[in-house]
């Protein structure tokens, strides 16, 4: 069933099941195509559309007007808050129409879904420290009317808080939109596998998985609190508005249980199937999953584009078991694609089609650039190495002129006691060979004490923070000349947006734009590789890409000749060769090549800072990937290689 507002409602949902099936709609619609508009498997009204960007002015929409319309008939309006990496776009959005468009919040009550517990109000790891950074100390909301869970308590009072809290909610008249997240195990707030659908606001236990989620903030999951202050589900179901946002690749599986699954109570987002008024908002990988956008063939009729039609016929040879030049006509018929083979006229057309056009995909180091220009920007110091290695091997071989780009630092995915090895280093080759200078002694002391009196997050003093940075770029240096490079292809621009010394990092600004431009107005390149990965834990490759794509638009704007470009995807994933423009194959020794230059970065080897759900180290990830790459090719009926990269070229 798809639920719809009524139309007596007093308010318009934000998105609703017609509203998502108009590509004209918002600001960034979706770029997905030859789909269909079917959404009938979908519970839960779903909009699709571009990017976080787009996701955030389309919900901002909806909290403006409605603030707007209750501040008109002089009433208060009632907001429920989220935390977390998805809002903050809404946020930063509220804030400039504060700023630019005098959207006022006097009137405005808010109630947060959880905080964790115990939790100072004042830690970097507050969820009330949270809403008053990215939110409440930039607009004029009166600090009466915020409400947030308590985690500094003692135990014994947090059930008595926990009910005050719900009838608080009752007597500003209940919640008129509520914002929501999802994570990786279908919560909402801290309403974890087994939540029920009366429970209220209350302590709860925190799942393994939502802890291993929040690990990279707290610098280790051995430091993430075990329990949080939660809304409950019925709570949140007395909102008379909701709307749930997911982006990223990681959120797909979820999206399409949430949405389309049945309702479980181990996963406690299929509840708000039950809501009249919720819609959830996603962005273009969020929605990979869902049916209209996996296989739109099994609910309609569909518009047959040649891209789709690799898709479908990639999915059939896979679902069937059987290679592309395999596949009969009962295979079609059995799998809702007869209407495809009656477009080409026989099975053995579209075989070919679709075999001859993934074939082209593959381009050996015979095909690949030689004698051009080229810029390959890496977020993190590492990511160049393990995303694309085999191609920046082969690109070296072909005569390149080079230049490895490295956007960040990556000092906070360093460990301390790394630092403490290396200062250990130069300590005792000073007494060997009298090598260090005066102030050695002094800086590591200072380094020592530093350390010493540390705790989880907090923010290292300069001098850890250089020496952090120190040991990746060595490390970024050592892997490239694992690829026939030398510290001369090295840059490290070292973009601002990073340097706060904390997980969470500042916004893209002028000043970082700036020095990507700079650099491309330099080296002119031919040809530029950017990490178009969005599932990395922390949002980093995202506002890397952002610094470059409008880099790019300044130098579009200036009448420029741009660069071509290539997306690869970071540790996470790999593009699905059905998306993947090019398919770069290698061979055993080239991927051991690749792994070596991967061992160079021996602070993240063995245990790294920021794994993900995913432990193992990041070479073991792109082993199996790129053999996984290879491997899919070979279940389709072509060629076998031993290993393969997966790059998109931006149209």
């Not at 208060?76 to 509220?94: D, K, N």
């Not at 477009?343 to 050996?364: C, D, M, Q, T, W």
């Not at 130098?555 to 398919?583: C, D, F, I, S």
């Not at 920021?610 to 070979?634: C, H, I, S």
Request: aromatic share 8%; glycine share 8%.
């Amino acid at each position: 069933m798809t639920h719809t507002v009524p139309s007596a409602a007093p308010r318009r949902a934000a998105g609703t099941a017609t509203e998502a099936r108009d590509p004209d709609r918002g600001r960034g619609p979706s770029r997905l195509g030859g789909g269909v508009n079917n959404t009938s498997r979908e519970r839960i009204p779903t909009l699709v559309l571009a990017d976080h960007d787009a996701i955030a002015r389309e919900v901002a929409n909806r909290i403006d007007a409605l603030i707007r319309e209750r501040q008109a008939a002089g009433q208060r309006t009632v907001l429920g808050l989220a935390t977390g990496s998805t809002p903050i776009g809404v946020y930063r959005e509220l804030i400039r129409r504060h700023r630019d468009e005098g959207l006022s919040f006097r009137d405005v009550v808010t109630f947060n879904l959880d905080e964790y517990y115990p939790m100072a109000k004042d830690s970097i790891h507050s969820y009330h420290r949270y809403m008053w950074e990215n939110l409440f100390a930039h607009i004029d909301i009166d600090p009466k009317n915020v409400h947030i869970p308590p985690g500094d308590i003692p135990r014994e009072e947090v059930s008595e808080a926990c009910a005050e809290y719900e009838a608080e909610i009752r007597r500003m008249g209940g919640i008129d939109f509520q914002l929501l997240g999802i994570g990786k195990t279908g919560h909402i707030g801290f309403n974890e596998p087994g939540s029920g659908a009366d429970s209220r606001t209350r302590l709860v236990h925190l799942d393994n998985i939502t802890r291993k989620d929040a690990a990279a903030d707290f610098f280790g999951e051995e430091n993430v609190p075990r329990e949080a202050v939660t809304m409950g589900v019925a709570t949140i179901l007395d909102a008379k508005e909701i709307a749930i946002l997911a982006t990223g690749e990681h959120k797909a599986a979820i999206v399409r249980r949430a949405v389309e699954g049945e309702i479980d109570h181990a996963v406690a987002a299929t509840f708000l199937q039950r809501h009249p008024a919720t819609t959830f908002f996603v962005d273009e990988p969020a929605a990979a999953d869902l049916t209209r956008v996996a296989t739109p063939w099994l609910l309609d009729e569909v518009e047959w584009t040649e891209a789709l039609m690799v898709r479908a016929v990639t999915w059939l040879s896979l679902t069937v078991g059987n290679g592309i030049l395999k596949l009969t006509q009962r295979d079609y018929s059995d799998n809702a694609l007869s209407s495809l083979v009656a477009r080409y006229g026989s099975p053995g057309e579209v075989n070919g089609a679709v075999f001859n056009l993934l074939g082209a995909k593959i381009r050996g180091k015979s095909k690949l650039p030689r004698g051009k220009k080229i810029v390959c920007f890496s977020p993190h110091p590492d990511d160049d190495v393990i995303s694309m290695g085999g191609i920046l091997y082969k690109l070296a071989q072909n005569g390149n002129d080079m230049t490895v780009a490295y956007m960040t630092s990556g000092n906070i995915a360093v460990f301390d006691h790394e630092v403490r090895r290396y200062v250990d280093f130069l300590l005792r080759l000073d007494r060997e060979r009298h090598v260090g200078s005066p102030e050695l002694r002094s800086f590591a002391d200072r380094v020592y004490e530093c350390l010493a009196k540390k705790k989880p997050g907090d923010v290292d003093i300069p001098e850890v923070q250089d020496t952090k940075r120190v040991i990746r770029e060595a490390e970024a240096v050592s892997g490239i000349e694992v690829m026939g490079l030398s510290k001369a292809n090295a840059r490290f621009l070292n973009l601002p947006f990073y340097q706060t010394g904390k997980v969470r990092k500042d916004p893209i600004g002028p000043a970082d734009v700036k020095i990507v431009r700079e650099l491309l107005e330099e080296s002119e390149p031919d040809l530029i590789f950017v990490a178009g990965d969005l599932s990395d834990p922390h949002g980093t490759h995202r506002m890397c890409k952002e610094a470059i794509d409008l880099a790019l638009g300044e130098l579009r704007n200036a009448g420029a000749k741009l660069p071509e470009v290539w997306l690869y995807r970071g540790a996470w994933q790999e593009w699905p060769v059905t998306e993947a423009t090019v398919l770069v194959p290698m061979s055993q020794e080239e991927l051991e090549v690749k792994i070596q230059a991967i061992f160079k970065h021996q602070s993240q080897k063995d245990s790294a800072p920021f794994p993900g759900q995913d432990e193992r180290e990041f070479w073991q990830r792109v082993d199996q990937r790129n053999k996984d790459t290879a491997a899919t090719l070979n279940r389709l009926g072509l060629a076998e290689y031993f290993a393969m990269e997966a790059y998109v070229i931006a149209g």
